[in-house]
């Protein structure tokens, strides 16, 4: 590939485990090209890739062949084969999804069915002993045990495919938070806070920031993201109770999955995360608001149709939000036994949630083109667990 001194042929921005995983597939393809990664941080993954639950998805939740199953199905099986060759930790914990009551149970049983006709790994349909079998504390009527599931570090995944990036010889260049972006004569300009980077493609996978980048240039997304916090607690050590990933039955039309029961490689346990939509892209304390983000949001259409569908379910999740004695009292229903002191607050962390034009809160992964650039604008969950394998897609669809 022809370049310029100084000039690069990808530019990718955003240095979380998608633009990551995006820069090193480009290098795979184009073993030749020069790539550059533009980072605002001083450091790599410090937004959603640094702030999460740290569990590889098995896949179950995600409609057949939506881009999602198949981008997860795919990136846990290379996230698993990259996180044996440079021995970052892995831990199979098992997952259980439970339900405890009669209306939930159906919906489990639908799941189980189409996890048999669309392999997703080994999963049994447990009943209540079956539940206390794998998890002494659990309870419920009816579970989908995943014995497969793991947990792994997220950051430390990261921060080896930077290196990986270094050593292939990708320019990585931290504290550059861009600007602005034109495309004069089939050249990008970047404008950053450090220097004008220049590129032939421009590829955007700047997470909570991806629309508005988008917009700097020139594109016209068809969503805009929404940040959703999500707070966390810790079980205090003498509480941590349970060993599994134990998570309620989920409502498939949402794509939170509910509080739940996540153990960490320490041998701690993490309770959350909850989802509260949030004034602020990086609003990880509570009360943070971004002048700009009150804007975009009553400015997009979606906004009031979205707060009108979902303002029950909100308001649930901020009342929960606002004790441990809440958040004991909704986790109980999986682990009766859990007591009320149990909780002390953990991290936060804000999800990229895209929400369309008539409020929907989009469940796909986005991808959107204008003239030579990429622009990922809704990578959630599952996106840790799948980034090897989105990069790859993202990597293909350019020339
Ligand atoms: C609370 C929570 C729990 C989750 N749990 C899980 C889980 O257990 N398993 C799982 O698979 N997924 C999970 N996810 C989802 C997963 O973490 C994300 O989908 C994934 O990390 C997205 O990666 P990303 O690279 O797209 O975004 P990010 O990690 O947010 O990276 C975007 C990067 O772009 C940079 N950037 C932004 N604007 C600019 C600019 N102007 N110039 C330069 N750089 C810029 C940012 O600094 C950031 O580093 C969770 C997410 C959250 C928030």
Same mark, same amino acid.
């Given at each position: ?87 970052? %930790?892995?831990? #199979? ?58 947990? #792994? ?88 109770? #349970? ?29 959350? %995360? ?26 997009? #259409? ?98």
């Amino acid at each position: 590939m022809g370049c310029v001194d100084n000039s690069y042929d990808f530019v990718v921005v955003g240095g979380g485990l998608v633009g990551l995983s995006t820069a090193r597939a480009l290098l795979t393809r184009h073993p030749t090209s020069k790539v550059a990664l533009l980072e605002k941080e001083d450091g790599v993954a410090k937004h959603q890739s640094g702030r999460n639950s740290g569990v590889v998805h098995s896949g179950i939740y995600y409609a057949p062949g939506s881009q999602k199953a198949q981008l997860t199905e795919k990136g846990k099986v290379a996230l698993a084969s990259y996180c044996r060759e440079k021995k970052i %930790p892995w831990r #199979t914990v098992g997952k259980l999804i439970i339900a405890t009551t009669p209306e939930e149970v159906p919906a489990l049983e639908g799941l189980y069915q189409r996890a048999k006709e669309d392999p997703v790994g080994e999963v049994h349909l447990l009943d209540g002993s079956g539940i206390r079998g794998v998890e002494p504390k659990g309870s419920g009527l009816v579970a989908l045990h995943l014995p497969d599931s793991a947990i #792994t570090e997220y950051t430390r995944i990261a921060k080896a495919i930077a290196t990986d990036l270094w050593e292939a010889g990708a320019t990585v260049l931290y504290n550059h938070e861009l600007h602005n972006a034109t495309l004069k004569k089939g050249e990008w300009h970047l404008e950053t806070s450090q220097g004008v980077v220049n590129g032939a493609y421009f590829l955007n996978t700047a997470g909570l920031q991806a629309d508005r980048l988008a917009w700097v240039a020139g594109a016209n997304p068809s969503v805009r993201i929404f940040p959703f916090r999500g707070e966390y607690w810790r079980l205090k050590p003498e509480s941590s109770i #349970t060993k599994a990933l134990l998570y309620p039955a989920p409502n498939l039309g949402m794509p939170f999955l509910g509080v739940h029961f996540t153990p960490e490689m320490d041998g701690g346990t993490l309770l959350g %995360p909850n989802a509260l939509l949030a004034w602020h892209r990086e609003g990880y304390e509570r009360g943070m608001v971004e002048n700009r983000q009150i804007v975009d949001a009553l400015s997009w #259409t979606g906004f009031w149709c979205l707060g009108g569908r979902h303002l029950r379910a909100g308001w649930e999740e901020w009342k929960r939000s606002r004790t441990a004695q809440a958040v004991a009292h909704s986790a109980r229903r999986l682990v009766p036994s859990l007591p009320d002191n149990a909780l002390q607050r953990a991290l936060s962390g804000v999800r990229a949630q895209a929400v369309d034009q008539d409020g929907n809160l989009v469940n796909d992964f986005v991808v959107e083109e204008s003239p030579q650039a990429l622009h990922l604008l809704n990578a959630p969950s599952p996106a840790a667990t799948a980034c090897l394998a989105i990069g790859e897609y993202i990597a293909k669809m350019l020339p």
